[in-house]
């Protein structure tokens, strides 16, 4: 499968050595030097795009993966006010588009946790849930998108909370997240539901970003040759 890269930073890197050790080529890298002057005909190229850049480029970086009729998988995230209106245009292009706030397995295994944990604490308002999410200095968005990713599934099944908002809160209606940058972790995801007389926990730590570029290549290989919207429940076929 020939591959497009665009967003050539750690996470490129590390996708691009995972995608070689598969048997797959890459025929476009973008980086900041080109970022503004690749073309679609550069893209038309490649069987897929795998999007990680940075979030002021990110829809426009789609739209001319649309453009050239190419399946795009998206990891860059901090760009998520847009998300419906890339969706719709998706659809009415019948183009691909395969989204996800985390490519991990492993993460992807933890949301469905965490959502099962939640829809079991709602029915417990002696506890009040939270949250706090770490990662590296270089992460430009805060909160992750994994963290309102989290959020979004407790906000479903606790009726008490509408919204969440970056940072603490004493308000109960509002669920904190908590977003600490630290050297170079990264990523820790801890949703926690805490009472006066004790505390439930879960937390999902991530030890490297291979987790996250191998899913990402996974999502590639999926979505090559289909049209429309995808995520990661499509691709793990959870229910």
């Not at 690749?38 to 990110?58: G, N, R, W």
């Not at 993460?107 to 706090?132: C, G, Q, R, T």
Request: glycine share 6%; proline share 2%; with cysteine.
């Amino acid at each position: 499968m020939k591959i497009a890269l665009i967003g050539y930073g750690k996470m490129g890197k590390e996708i691009e050595q995972i995608a070689l050790s598969r048997g797959h080529a890459i025929v476009l890298k973008v980086d900041r030097n080109n970022a503004d002057t690749y073309s679609v005909d550069e893209l038309k190229k490649a069987d897929v795009a795998i999007e990680f850049s940075i979030p002021k480029s990110a829809v426009a970086n789609i739209y001319k993966c649309f453009d050239a009729n190419v399946p795009v998988v998206v990891g860059t995230t901090g760009w998520l006010s847009a998300l419906n209106e890339v969706q719709a245009k998706c659809v009415d292009n019948n183009q691909a588009l395969f989204y996800a706030s985390n490519y991990s397995i492993g993460v992807n295994l933890f949301f469905k946790l965490n959502e099962y944990l939640a829809k079991m604490m709602n029915a417990y308002p002696d506890y009040n849930v939270s949250m706090e999410e770490i990662h590296h200095v270089h992460k430009l968005d805060a909160p992750s998108g994994t963290a309102i990713s989290l959020a979004n599934q407790v906000i479903e099944q606790i009726k008490e909370k509408e919204k969440w908002v970056n940072g603490a809160t004493n308000a109960t209606n509002e669920l904190a997240i908590v977003s600490k940058r630290i050297d170079e972790v990264p990523g820790t995801h801890t949703v926690t539901y805490s009472s006066a007389v004790d505390e439930i926990s879960i937390t999902h730590i991530a030890h490297n970003r291979k987790g996250f570029a191998l899913g990402a290549v996974v999502a590639a290989e999926w979505i090559a040759g289909k049209k429309g919207v995808y995520g990661m429940n499509d691709l793990m076929s959870f229910k």
